[in-house]
């Protein structure tokens, strides 16, 4: 049966709650384990259906994956293949992150392309240019990549022509046993590619710099599992700062790391909340009307993430004045617009620009998910519309939110899924 969330607008939210662990970080840490020829612990990690497909795909390889709670246990001895099919690739893009680790561990992978996706063309031109200068001979047939490094990986001199993540996460997990030091300049900075560092350096790596725009991996002979907490979702935390700025309420987060919302917090600020942050706990207090944070431009990290945009824009939908956002990561990010504007927002997309025009209310309606931040941003809306929202597509939603619902309910929403 497929769920759908109901919504009733307009209560005032209040409380603590505890953000998840990062989807992000959670995703190549767990196919990073593969290199590790023994058992790992993972803590924090969220139940998520994103979460369970990289399972599937640890398990079909031959790894013994168990589950208590938010901890993950990756016994990874018993592994005994090197290709993944189709029907599990098709389930998340992201896994194109195995392909550095099949490489790493054993010298080959096949996998088929991953597909399009609902964020528009999503190339991985860069992860394979890479790969292929690491020594790496990749063919490309019928749909299926298929790559050997007959002569072992190649440390290298990798310059990014755009920091990307799953590419700079790609040529860490190939490099990180490769005889001698990788270096990669324009290095994606984003705080979970730190986190996969800190990971790996915790198994017997040696990677300085994550987090800065050039990262050297100097490779070792063998990882050691070892156990890691995942670090805290920045996306959920945008996600639920938002739900509280658009209902005019007072909540507090509970495990935040401050610097990871540098340039999401001054967002909130600018529109008339207040933020106050103390020892790994957050504070946001709104006022009764929001002033539009005037203008969001989506930029790698430290710039304002691409995955907060949809839930901040419902945010300002209600906001005094005009919002202008430009999305400079993803084409195609902007469908949660027509069911916004179905909600009674006012936001014209020319582009890569959308201007939101502040209205004085949103009322519920009948809406329809099409991604993940886009299910995200029709949750936020729906807390401060009048009237019942129904939300169907939930399903996106439960790719990176482990159970908002509960959650939200949890601060005094009137929210269930049905
Ligand atoms: C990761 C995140 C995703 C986030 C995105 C940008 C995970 C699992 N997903 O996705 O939530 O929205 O970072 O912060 O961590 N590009 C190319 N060629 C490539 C690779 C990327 O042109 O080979 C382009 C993409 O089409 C996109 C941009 O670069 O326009 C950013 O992509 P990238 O940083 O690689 O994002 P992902 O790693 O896919």
New binding site residues.
């Given amino acids: 049966m497929v769920a759908k969330l109901l919504i009733s607008g307009g209560r005032k939210l209040c409380g603590e709650v505890k953000v998840q662990g990062a989807k992000?970080s959670t995703?190549p840490i767990l196919a990073a384990t593969l290199l590790c020829e023994d058992e790992s612990v993972l803590f924090n990690c969220p139940k998520l259906t994103d979460v369970d497909a990289t399972i599937r795909i640890l398990r079909y390889l031959g790894c013994k994956a168990t589950r208590t709670d938010s901890t993950l246990i990756v016994d990874t001895q018993s592994m005994k293949r090197s290709d993944i099919p189709h029907d599990l690739m098709r389930e998340m893009?992201?896994s194109i992150i195995f392909l550095g680790v099949l490489i790493s561990r054993c010298g080959r992978a096949k996998m088929s392309l991953p597909g399009g996706c609902e964020l528009g063309?999503?190339?991985?031109?860069?992860?394979l240019s890479a790969l292929r200068q690491m020594g790496i001979e990749i063919t490309e047939q019928h749909g299926e990549l298929e790559c050997v490094a007959n002569d072992g990986v190649k440390a290298s001199k990798i310059a990014l022509s755009?920091p990307?993540?799953?590419?700079t996460e790609n040529i860490m997990l190939t490099a990180v046993k490769a005889k001698g030091t990788t270096i990669i300049t324009n290095a994606?900075k984003?705080p979970?590619i730190e986190d996969l560092a800190d990971f790996l350096n915790k198994c017997g790596a040696r990677i300085s710099g994550a987090g800065e725009s050039t990262i050297i991996i100097e490779g070792v002979e063998k990882l050691y599992g070892c156990s890691h907490s995942i670090i805290p979702d920045r996306i959920v935390a945008a996600t639920l700062l938002s739900a509280a700025a658009c209902t005019s309420s007072k909540i507090t987060l509970d495990s935040v790391i401050q610097s990871h919302l540098s340039s999401i917090i001054p967002v909130f600020e600018q529109a008339g909340c207040e933020i106050t942050c103390r020892s790994g706990k957050l504070t946001i207090d709104s006022p009764r009307r929001l002033y539009s944070p005037k203008l969001v431009r989506t930029m790698p990290y430290p710039g304002f993430?691409?995955?907060a945009q949809a839930p901040v824009m419902a945010m300002t939908c209600k906001a005094q004045g005009l919002t202008v956002f430009v999305e400079n990561?993803?084409e195609s990010r902007y469908k949660h617009v027509d069911e916004l504007n179905r909600l009674g927002a006012n936001i014209k997309v020319e582009g890569k620009v959308a201007l939101v025009d502040g209205v004085r209310h949103l009322f519920g309606a009948r809406v329809r998910a099409l991604d993940l931040r886009g299910a995200a941003a029709l949750v936020v809306a729906s807390l401060c519309a009048q009237g019942n929202t129904h939300i169907c597509g939930v399903n996106f939603l439960e790719r990176g939110y482990d159970e908002l619902e509960v959650v939200l309910q949890s601060l005094g929403a009137d929210i269930k899924k049905i």
């Fill in positions: 992000n995703l893009r992201s063309p999503r190339p991985i031109d860069l992860h755009f990307s993540v799953g590419a994606a984003e979970e993430p691409t995955d990561i993803f």
